[in-house]
């Protein structure tokens, strides 16, 4: 402490202190719609009340918010769908890809190039684009209004195929010509040699994956039609609207609670994780 | 024949094996990578091809009444030109993207830039500006219902008190964008500060101690070091930044529908209208493959950025 006083001048340590002071308020306001959320949702607020806005919890939290979500919505049945969604959709993803990394990452063969850039092209087209011509193709293969309809699009991934054929390549081949010598067959050798190598590609795909599917909604809202067949997001906004109807503004506050608590738990949690890994795929 | 093979092999071995190994050996790889390519490509070939080619097949049919193919020509397309909405949509996506890119961009430099000391208090804070980042689009835009509440919102309510006095701002035309924009920013900021973050860190701090012994300042430090090495983070961050205008369309729908009077309307938005609401798939299958050419242009035109970006470890 004493060196930096002595280092900064006493002019430039009260802009320091200023720029921080002005950071922090910046983060505080830059907060409020979460803190609001935290606070309304476990806050009383009588009907027709002007003080909806108040950041100032009131120190008699209510769960009234939460049972009435839990009463009104089928939010037990969201939280199924949505699991079911995004894990399903992880565990064929992470074959996929990393069969196909490691073909790009190690093997020479015809067309390789044409190929490489024929995956890229998914690269920027999110399926939301192809919304349209996507609905029919789930329609015409029997998946319409089903879970398997939502996951489907989504089973094959450019961007993990691509940070597998990075990871792989940053693992030396030695591994692989030791376990080969060593009488290993092919796919013990990727299972018990390569996967366990590449973990750390695989554990930041995985984040991004379930991050980016917990949170979508066009495409379940497109390709479902009954309420049983509901993810989060979906069932969300529809339970959302007759709420503002109603100006239940505390039942808003508890439902969007319920959708996104999950993701902001794990982040707190898991934050250099997810940091990294959203760093590590660049395009969720 | 076979004596001559012999004959060959003890001759030149060290020039003979090698190759002929090389190629069984790339027979053998070339199928195996076709089976290891398989399921992806299969899987690609039924969600990303075969739709793309489905739109521009469906962009270019006819149909009668009832549906039924009538032909094939441009009618969809001058449909789609003669349709002001779809103008609209159009510049409202351009003033959507300019109004998102740009402050995002900038407040994820300087609040990169202002938070790159790994203090405590920085974590925090940057902790802070990164969590809209992992909230679905939906649950903001279910929260900023509440935010851009015209008079009790958390937004009203808090300008009241400065004595400003309640604005519409999902409802009025003038304003319902704007909205929608500052929704975006608050969503995308944080997650680009991260690859700031990152950037910053490649930057070897031997650069600033020795422009400091030569005087330089903080300013101008920023400008001729930070900045230019920052350079293909940018436009790393530039090229997530469009596809996320173009493609994120969740908080329109939700809070505005693309109204009041078209004035949230975007292309995406417009293409769902097309298909969802007014049944017309010709006109929304050509706006499709419009926005297609425009997001593939864009992926070719960056290619290099978008690989280099794939493996930012930090």
Not at chain 1, 224 to 252: I, Y
């Amino acid at each position: 402490m004493k060196t930096r006083r002595a280092r900064f001048p006493a002019p430039r340590r009260t802009l320091r202190l200023l720029a921080v002071a002005l950071l922090c308020g910046f983060a505080l306001i830059w907060s409020t719609p979460l803190l609001w959320m935290l606070v309304a949702s476990v806050r009383d607020i009588p009907f027709g009340s002007t003080d909806a806005a108040s950041l100032m919890p009131d120190f008699k939290p209510t769960n009234a918010h939460f049972a009435d979500a839990f009463a009104q919505g089928d939010f037990v049945r969201w939280y199924v769908n949505t699991l079911l969604v995004t894990l399903g959709i992880l565990m064929v993803q992470l074959v996929t890809i990393t069969l196909a990394g490691y073909a790009f990452a190690r093997m020479e063969f015809r067309g390789k190039n044409l190929l490489f850039y024929l995956f890229l092209l998914q690269l920027t087209l999110a399926p939301p684009i192809l919304i349209v011509p996507n609905t029919l193709m789930i329609v015409r293969l029997g998946l319409y209004d089903s879970l398997p309809g939502i996951m489907a699009p989504y089973f094959a991934s450019a961007f993990g195929v691509f940070l597998m054929r990075q990871t792989f390549k940053t693992i030396p081949r030695d591994f692989e010509e030791a376990a080969i010598l060593d009488g290993a067959s092919f796919a013990q050798m990727i299972r018990l040699v390569l996967v366990p190598l590449a973990r750390p590609g695989l554990i930041a795909f995985s984040i991004v994956s379930l991050t980016s599917h917990w949170n979508e909604f066009l495409w379940p809202l497109m390709v479902t039609d009954s309420p049983d067949k509901m993810v989060l997001t979906v069932g969300l906004t529809s339970f959302v609207r007759s709420a503002e109807q109603a100006a239940d503004w505390g039942l808003v506050a508890a439902a969007t609670l319920l959708v996104a608590g999950p993701l902001l738990v794990a982040f707190a949690l898991f934050q250099r994780q997810f940091v990294n890994s959203f760093l590590f795929t660049g395009i969720k | 024949m076979a004596q001559a093979l012999t004959e060959a092999a003890i001759l030149a071995p060290r020039l003979e094996r090698p190759a002929q190994a090389r190629r069984t050996h790339s027979a053998i790889s070339t199928s195996l990578a076709f089976w290891l390519l398989a399921p992806s490509f299969f899987l690609l070939f039924l969600f990303t091809y075969v739709p793309i080619l489905e739109a521009l097949t469906q962009a270019v049919s006819l149909e009668g009444f009832g549906g039924k193919p009538i032909g094939y020509g441009l009618g969809n397309f001058q449909r789609l030109f003669a349709d002001a909405s779809f103008w609209k949509a159009l510049w409202n996506n351009l003033v959507y993207g300019l109004g998102t890119v740009a402050p995002s961009i900038i407040l994820a430099v300087v609040l990169g830039v202002a938070l790159q000391e790994a203090t405590r208090l920085n974590a925090l804070l940057r902790t802070m500006i990164v969590f809209p980042v992992v909230l679905p689009l939906v649950a903001v835009a279910t929260l900023f219902a509440f935010v851009l509440m015209p008079g009790v919102g958390l937004l009203d309510h808090h300008l009241a008190k400065l004595g400003i006095a309640a604005t519409n701002w999902l409802g009025s035309p003038d304003t319902a964008l704007y909205a929608i924009i500052g929704l975006s920013i608050w969503k995308n900021a944080g997650y680009y500060m991260l690859f700031v973050l990152a950037g910053l860190q490649a930057i070897a701090p031997e650069l600033h101690e020795a422009a400091k012994l030569d005087g330089a300042g903080p300013v101008s430090r920023f400008f001729r070091i930070t900045l230019p090495l920052l350079k293909p983070t940018l436009a790393f961050i530039l090229v997530i930044a469009i596809i996320n205008v173009v493609t994120q369309i969740d908080h329109v729908i939700v809070l505005t529908g693309g109204g009041p009077s078209d004035s949230t309307n975007i292309i995406l938005n417009y293409i769902f209208q097309a298909a969802h609401q007014q049944g017309d798939s010709g006109r929304a299958a050509a706006a499709t493959v419009i926005s297609v050419a425009a997001l593939l242009s864009l992926s070719v035109a960056s290619l290099r950025t978008l690989e280099r970006g794939m493996h930012y470890e930090s």
